[in-house]
């Protein structure tokens, strides 16, 4: 019962609802068509034709059709539509009827034909039926349509049987019909209707009967000729499955669902001739012996079971079982066709299987809608398989047609069948044919997952070990960078819930790092991962390690996702772009090659067919030859592989092993494998021309002897450039070879396993490492390479050098240790105590006669390496030990467990010692390298777990800590880091957890070992001119010095509270709307018509104010409205969003609508499509997109709107990503991009392609509120952001953002307070690549990148809210807070290299305002401030002119409009009360009351304004020349005034309270404002209050939170006394009605009002209509009286 007509906006989807009006119903609407200039036309279910302009009815074709119109088609010729009535009429372009068509009156149609499709083409006209037909018409020759497909109706199809002689067979479904079919012609013969849906089906041997199984238990006798009934049998309940015939023909087998077999006999009329039981389950299949004495039946429980006929008699001897010969085989069980089942599978999925003996093949359907080709018998489990598609559903039966040439298959759910032609071996299959993609397509066949199979990996070799393992590789990890950041946000939510610290964060380092060198490359499980730089293509293919292995296809310069597909169900080694096709790339995995065809969005796929030229095998590399349809493979058996198109076409052997990397050359080829061989091949890959073995006797001689860790390494990478080849190892080593197998090597590091030991030399250049994969390696940092290496006897975990540098000391993985020679790491002790790892080990200081080993059985042991003796046991920790520190002295431990437990012992005996904080302070250490204790206490993150730091190490000075943690990061802190969650200097470069930290022996270096990415990484120590990427460090919560009082106000706004569709009070109770029917107002039995006197108005009518001239004015009635002005301007929360167009006119935002003022005539126009408050505007520059606007709303569903400013068109709409609202929007320079900063937790930034609405990147990850961003107007790819002690800037790179922060570096100030991370506030630029940005404190940073080169100090004298730049001249705008301002508010003009200025003021009636926005157009500035001022102001002259005002921040509740003339007043909570003139829209006076305001009226005169203020107190103003004079002001309440009246002769005023109070008070000719009596019995505040005419009575309406209702409650004056008489309230005339309360207007309460509130209302003059406004944000306009719901 709807219609809507929808729009894509971005990426959003806008509804316009159908305005059925007054021409037709309201009704269901079931099918659509179109015609130019917006008309629609959509057939309904009583048969009408409704005709739409836009979204709105203009005509209805009635009785169009007898009945529901399923169709309309609309072509050139005109209009076809189709009906259940069984018509087809035809409509001309002007949907004039041409003719009708009664297809159930032709010579092929039937009673109750219905039409569900019609397709109109010149004098054909197709027709599709319910029933599964398709017709043909001709209008020529209308009365007879050709019959072109039939099929079966709704229902599921089950049944099918094959004739034994002849090409027909014989189906029957659930649509109660048996069908008999020509498998020649394809043509339906007979169709017969029966009583019951079909299940099953069976033709007697002799073609005589056709045997028919139906649901309810029973089975007919058909015969086979014209399907006319012989016979009807029932002897069972449930469906009858399966239905056969004996080959000799004189028995038949009859499976129903109640599990048991009935067997009749034929030549006596279908006698019951035995019965077979035993089932536990309801049959499946039943296949006949060749002698036609015994059967075997399969059951849903996965039984078989075989019986003896005609008795029924169960089989159970082996012998006998295995002595049969089966006649057909249609069974899903059995040891033949155990091959068709996967190895975990239900034996319920496979529905139906079929089998040519002839052929030796068996076909299957089964559950996921496949029909699959297997070799029979197929004994094991997961036997090889053809797939082929085209069912949509489960395929329910398949069968072999008689002379097995064909397969029949039929689908349940799509009740279609299929005919396949089958190709036996020696005829063309599918992947054999020279069209592949045509033929593929066509026969329905694809890829099947025969890599499942046993039978697969019988025939292929035994697999490598290597390859193996890496099959099995994965790559889970306990930790994820991704972690620190949900941690973080974790932290964010619980700081909103309780509050933040107060406590004070220590300070962060001055120096920081910067990544000097890292030892390391990945070659055990990668492939081709090293290259000469060069340059690539747009698109980039990758492949997931997820289940599916998905392969997805990348234009990485935009970061957009082409194309994607499912790789393999194994694991896919390669993967590689057709050089010479750019749609085409190859796959190779474990056991497979894929070769796939890019089209749109997916893949086309097919493996690679090895034929007779060799065995499936494991592919671990390919490479392309010299054209497209030639690729080579290397397996994990040695061997090349070549392939033309999918086709293997012959195999040459490359290498003893798996050849791991290939590359093709100008050329030739060359090759790597496992046995350490480079091979040259000839240009057909046929001959190796050379061979080079990667040894140590080839290494090149140099300055350093470089070091080869094995000879002969598996070779994982290999690649030619420059004349060289360029080689990685399974070693983790890169070398390069040249022409005469020379060896060069580039990079070395640790294999396999993860690194934990790492040591530094106290007095060289040089560092330890130990690793999982048994070595301990020496590294000369000086020379960047690896001085020595020994392979160890077992994994390492942990090293330290002694004090003179000549002795290693090693723990290992199995609880022992050793120490070798620093030169030759020979063994010089070794010492094994211990059954689990030692994780830390460390020598005494001095002459390092002591060795500390600590180990995860709990025990730190000491030992004398003088004589190689254990001289003491660290007793006492209950957990693992994970770090050991000496004293200087040497006689102290400071030990740290995995029980987050500080323990003390004295050396060498291991007492334990008890020490304070304060004497640990005091205390000299040696070295420190734990994370517990006092004076680490801030390295440690938020949330974190004791494990999460794993290593810290302080410099030889003691003021830095460096640390390593689960997070992948480095980190530095100021030494000693007390309290929690320091400040610090983060970075990355490690991809898993840091395992250790160490500096050199001059804190020149900072080294730290990689977990699982095994890397050292050289960090160079750059002092004060380092930096890190930490996003906390210049992000805290406290600012130096304190926040400005209006930045403080801004940072803290708590935006969930204002939007639209929250109460604004919290109230409880039944609403209004809710409420059961009581109407107690109003006599609903009253006729319409009546003689009696009629009652008294509800509201008293005025009459409009006269003429000057002294004539009567007409009554104005109101009937509609619409807007006409709006005063404001957000500005207090706000900046830059006030803006000129290219026309001279400016645009801004005030509430929901985007406002386009015409500067020449003061008029303004109005966008309105925002569903909340808009929160941020911004203009699009480019000339390309003039006056195309943006706007940011609030909301829990933020959105950006883009729209045109002349036309107020949605052109987008971009949502789905922020979430509470949009701070900032802009456009970038080629005006397609639109960059949006929310509101939310996390900060997020999104950059959009605004014309479709992609969002193309973004980033979620900001401690606290970022104010501002902006493209760069020279870019489309550069942007910046200022917030909350931020300022970061950006690049769009692809799919992501990558942002760097501010870094101040050394620049020189005057003020050195101002090199400290200021909160940013605004931002401006100037050309290359210079940002400027305006700071709380008044100072404006120059920017060259995201380097600080220069600080113009006190540019302003309070903080810089808006900077601008103008793109035509350079020249800045800057504006702001200026504190102390002689001549007010200062805008300053400056040159593009903010050197120079020129200062405007704004006088001093703007002396308080603070300026948040500036925009500069042809000698012009426009000006916006935080009290919601528009300001002009002309370069030439200064002089300023008032454009636009309104109130500031706070909500304004207060509105009365005067008795006679065209103004209005309006109190707000921004303190101020204005006077507006509503005919010349401008402000007539504002005054400042020092108080929040939150009502007012004017008395009947006009003269005096009543104003209600938030503390309680009343103030009654007299508006003068040019101000309001105070006359009076009163206080006896303490809550906020909701609303105040005076009565109808002004004698007295009214006051209601949120103390659940109305006061009187006598207000007459020279009173002193004396209260003359309140209003008793008021339960809770009051909202509204009206007078009756007679001034005896008011009405309140008040939200009863105590009693849990809504109700309007009347009170005499000034008695208070409450009234409840009905009569006597019905009498009463009300001199104004502002309720919102009461049955006469119930009906302005929606539906939707459950958590809003009708906040206020109003009747107009002539008393027909009554406006509201709500928590919806919504102005509605009722007729009054509104006395039906909704």
């Not at 599709?128 to 109706?153: N, W, Y």
């Amino acid at each position: 019962k709807h219609i809507n007509f929808w729009s894509l906006c971005g990426n959003s989807l806008m509804a316009k609802k159908g305005i059925f009006g007054k021409t037709g119903e309201i009704q269901t609407v079931l099918c659509l068509a179109f015609a130019p200039d917006g008309i629609t036309y959509s057939g309904t279910l009583s048969g009408d034709i409704y005709k739409w302009q836009e979204h709105e009815l203009v005509h209805n074709y009635q009785n169009a059709h007898r009945s529901a119109i399923f169709t309309i088609y609309q072509c050139n010729d005109g209009y076809a539509s189709g009906s259940r009535d069984g018509t087809v009429r035809l409509w001309d372009a002007d949907f004039k009827p041409i003719v009708k068509l009664d297809l159930a009156q032709t010579s092929n149609g039937y009673p109750d034909l219905s039409i569900r499709s019609v397709c109109w083409h010149g004098d054909k006209i197709l027709v599709g039926t319910r029933d599964s037909e398709i017709f043909e018409i001709s209008v020529r020759d209308r009365d007879k349509p050709k019959l072109l497909i039939q099929g079966h109706a709704e229902g599921e199809l089950w049944a099918l049987a094959v004739h034994p002689k002849k090409a027909f067979f014989v189906t029957g479904s659930d649509d109660c019909t048996v069908r008999l079919w020509s498998l020649n012609d394809n043509q339906l013969l007979a169709k017969v209707g029966v009583p019951q849906p079909v299940r099953s089906a069976a033709i007697s041997t002799d073609a005589v009967h056709v045997a028919v199984g139906l649901q309810d238990g029973s089975f007919l006798i058909l015969k086979a000729r014209d399907l006319s009934e012989i016979l009807a049998v029932k002897d069972r309940k449930d469906a009858i499955h399966e239905i056969k015939y004996s080959p000799c023909g004189t028995l038949l087998a009859v499976g129903s669902n109640d599990g048991i077999v009935d067997i009749y006999a034929v030549s006596q009329r279908y006698k019951h001739a035995g019965q077979c039981s035993g089932s536990t389950s309801f049959i499946t299949h039943v296949d006949w012996s060749e002698d036609s004495k015994h059967i075997q039946v399969n059951t849903g429980v996965g039984e078989r079971l075989f019986f003896r006929m005609p008795t029924g008699k169960q089989v159970t001897s082996k012998e006998e079982m295995e002595s049969i010969h089966w006649v057909t085989w249609t069974s899903t069980l059995g040891p033949e066709v155990n091959g068709i089942w996967a190895k975990y599978s239900d034996t319920n999925d496979i529905n139906a299987v079929d089998t040519s003996y002839t052929n030796q093949v068996l076909v299957s359907g089964d559950d996921y809608g496949l029909v699959k080709l297997y070799r029979f018998p197929c004994v094991k489990k997961g036997a090889k398989f053809k797939k082929y598609v085209g069912h949509s559903a489960h395929v329910t039966n398949v069968r072999f047609s008689h002379d097995k040439s064909q397969v029949l298959t039929v689908g349940g759910a799509d009740h279609a069948i299929f005919q396949w032609k089958f190709l036996p071996d020696g005829a063309a299959t599918p992947r054999d044919q020279d069209d592949d993609d045509i033929h593929d397509h066509q026969s329905g066949f694809v890829d099947s997952d025969s890599e499942e199979s046993d039978s697969d990996i019988s025939d292929v070799d035994a697999m490598d070990s290597d390859v193996e393992v890496e099959k099995q590789q994965t790559y889970e990890r306990t930790f994820y960078r991704e972690d620190a950041i949900a941690l973080k946000q974790q932290h964010r939510q619980e700081k909103k819930v309780h509050g933040k610290s107060t406590d004070k964060r220590a300070g962060a380092p001055t120096f920081g790092l910067d990544l000097h060198y890292s030892f390391g490359y990945r070659g055990y499980d990668c492939h081709n991962n090293v290259f000469y730089t060069s340059k690539g293509e747009v698109k980039l293919a990758s492949v997931g390690l997820d289940d599916n292995h998905t392969i997805v296809v990348w234009d990485w310069k935009k970061g957009e996702k082409i194309a994607t597909t499912r790789g393999h169900k194994d694991k896919i080694f390669g993967i590689k772009w057709n050089p010479h096709s750019h749609d085409q790339v190859v796959t190779v995995g474990a056991k497979h090659i894929k070769f796939w065809t890019q089209t749109g969005g997916g893949f086309t796929s097919k493996r690679g067919t090895f034929g007779q030229a060799g065995k499936l095998d494991t592919m671990l590399c390919l490479t392309y030859g010299k054209t497209a349809d030639t690729c080579y493979s290397g397996g994990a058996n040695g061997k090349i592989y070549h392939w033309q198109g999918t086709t293997l076409l012959e195999t040459v052997k490359g290498h003893d092993g798996p050849v791991l990397a290939m590359c093709t050359l100008e050329k030739g080829f060359i090759t790597g494998g496992k046995d350490g061989t480079v091979a040259l091949w000839d240009d057909a890959f046929k001959k190796c021309i050379k061979n080079y073995k990667v040894t140590r006797s080839a290494l090149a001689q140099g300055n350093y002897t470089s070091l080869l860790f094995d000879d002969q390494p598996p070779i994982r990478s290999i690649v030619l450039g420059h004349s060289k080849i360029l080689l990685g190892t399974k070693c983790s080593e890169v070398l390069e070879m040249d022409k005469g197998g020379t060896i060069k090597v580039l990079v070395q590091g640790h294999c396999e396993g993860e690194l934990w030991g790492l040591a530094t030399h106290p007095s060289e250049d040089i560092c330890c490492t130990v690793g999982d994969d048994r070595t301990v390696r020496i590294w000369d940092l000086a020379n960047r390479r690896l001085k020595n290496f020994r392979k160890l006897r077992k994994p390492g975990r942990c090293a330290s050098y002694s004090p003179d540098g000549r002795a290693i000391a090693i723990g290992f993985k199995d609880g022992s240790c050793c120490v070798v020679d620093a030169s030759s790491l020979d063994d010089m002790a070794e010492f094994h105590h211990r059954k689990e790892e030692i994780s830390d080990i460390r020598f005494s200081p001095g002459q390092g006669k002591y060795l500390a080993v600590g180990s995860h059985d709990n025990f730190v042991d000491i030992y004398n390496v003088l004589n190689s003796k254990r001289v003491g046991i660290c007793k006492g920790a209950s957990s693992y030990i994970t770090h050991v520190d000496w004293d200087k002295r040497g006689k102290l431990l400071h030990v740290n467990t995995g029980a987050k437990e500080e323990l003390f012992f004295e050396a060498p005996r291991g007492h334990r010692q008890t020490i304070r904080s304060a004497e640990l302070e005091k205390m000299d250490w040696n070295n420190w390298t734990c994370v517990l204790g006092s004076l680490c206490e801030g390295v440690w993150p938020h949330k974190s777990d004791v494990t999460d730091v794993n290593a810290s190490h302080m410099t030889s000075k003691g003021k830095i800590i460096a640390t390593g943690d689960d997070f992948g990061f480095v980190k530095l802190f100021s030494f000693p880091v007390k309290g929690k969650f320091a400040k610090f200097k983060k970075y990355v470069g490690h991809s898993a957890h840091v395992t250790n930290v160490r500096w050199t022996h001059d804190n020149k270096y900072l080294i730290s070992t990689g977990g699982a990415d095994t890397s050292v990484m050289v960090w160079a120590n750059k002092g004060r001119t380092g930096y890190g990427e930490s996003d906390d460090s210049d992000t805290d919560s406290e600012e130096e010095g304190g926040y400005d009082s209006d930045v403080q106000r801004e940072k803290n706004i708590d935006y969930d509270t204002k939007t639209y569709a929250n109460s604004i009070r919290r109230t409880e109770g039944t609403k209004p709307h809710m409420k059961a029917d009581n109407q107690e107002g109003i006599d609903l039995n009253r006729p319409q018509v009546s003689r009696g006197v009629a009652g008294p108005p509800k509201v008293q009518k005025r009459d409009p104010p006269q003429l000057a001239s002294g004539k009567k004015r007409k009554p104005l009635y109101v009937q509609d409205m619409r807007l006409d002005h709006i005063f404001g301007y957000r500005g207090f929360d706000t900046r830059n969003n006030l803006h000129y167009l290219s026309n001279g006119n400016i645009a801004y935002h005030a509430a929901g609508a985007g406002i386009i003022r015409d500067m020449a005539n003061g008029t303004q126009s109005f966008y309105l499509e925002h569903t909340d408050d808009i929160l941020c505007l911004s203009v699009n520059q480019n000339p390309k997109f003039e006056n195309i606007i943006v706007t940011g709303q609030l909301g829990k569903a933020a959105m950006a709107h883009v729209w045109h400013a002349t036309s107020k068109e949605t052109l987008s709409i971009l949502r789905g990503f922020h979430k509470g609202g949009i701070c900032a929007v802009n456009f970038s320079s080629s005006g397609k991009l639109v960059l949006t900063v929310g509101i939310d937790d996390n900060h997020s930034v999104a950059v959009w392609q605004w014309q479709d609405g992609t969002r193309i990147a973004t980033s979620h990850d900001h401690n606290e509120r970022i104010l501002y961003a902006q493209f760069r107007p020279d870019s489309n790819a550069h942007f910046v952001t200022v917030g909350v002690k931020h300022v970061k800037f950006w690049t769009v790179a692809g799919g992501a953002l990558l942002g760097k922060r501010g870094v101040f570096g050394q620049v020189v100030s005057e003020d050195p307070s101002s090199l400290k991370m200021q909160t940013m506030l605004s931002i401006a630029f100037a050309p290359n690549n210079i940002t400027y940005t305006g700071a709380m404190s008044g100072n404006v940073y120059v920017w060259s990148g995201n380097q600080l080169a220069r600080v113009v100090s006190k540019a302003h004298t309070g903080p810089v809210f808006t900077l601008y730049t103008t793109q035509k001249d350079g020249l800045i705008l800057s504006a702001g807070k200026d504190k102390f301002a002689k001549e007010g508010a200062n805008v300053k003009l400056w040159d593009i290299e903010m050197k120079r200025c020129k200062t405007y003021g704004l006088g001093k009636e703007f002396s308080r305002s603070i300026i948040r926005a500036v925009n500069r157009h042809k000698g012009k500035l426009l000006i916006g401030t935080q009290e919601g001022d528009i300001l002009e102001l002309a370069e030439k002259g200064g002089v300023v002119q008032i454009v636009a005002q309104g109130h500031a921040e706070g909500e304004i509740w207060g509105l009365a409009t005067h008795p006679q003339l065209s103004f209005c007043v309006s109190a707000s909570e921004d303190q101020t009360v204005c006077l507006w003139d509503i005919s010349k829209q401008a402000l007539i006076m504002k005054v400042n009351l020092g108080q929040p305001a939150r009502s007012a009226c004017f008395n009947p005169a006009g003269d005096i304004v009543a104003v209600g203020l938030k503390n309680g107190e009343f103030l009654l103003l007299k508006p003068t020349q040019d101000n309001f004079k105070i006359i009076g002001r009163k206080r006896d309440r303490h809550k906020p005034i909701n609303d105040l009246k005076f009565s109808p002769d002004g004698r007295c005023l009214a006051i209601g309270s949120d103390d659940n109070c109305v006061d009187f008070y006598d207000t007459g000719p020279g009173s002193s404002l004396v209260r003359l009596g309140y209003c008793k019995g008021i339960p809770n505040f009051v909202t509204q209050l009206d007078w009756s005419i007679d001034n005896n009575y008011i009405q309140k309406s008040e939200c009863l939170i105590s009693t849990g209702s809504y109700e309007r409650l009347i009170f005499s004056v000034p008695s208070g006394i409450q009234i409840t008489d009905k009569k006597k309230i019905n009498s009463i005339t009300w001199n104004t009605w502002t309720s919102v309360l009461g049955d006469e207007i119930v009906g302005v309460w929606p539906r939707n009002a459950d958590n809003a509130d009708v906040n206020c209302a109003c009747v107009t003059n002539t008393c027909e209509a009554v406006a509201t406004g709500d928590d919806f944000g919504l102005v509605k306009l009722f007729k009054f009286p509104s006395t039906e719901k909704h």
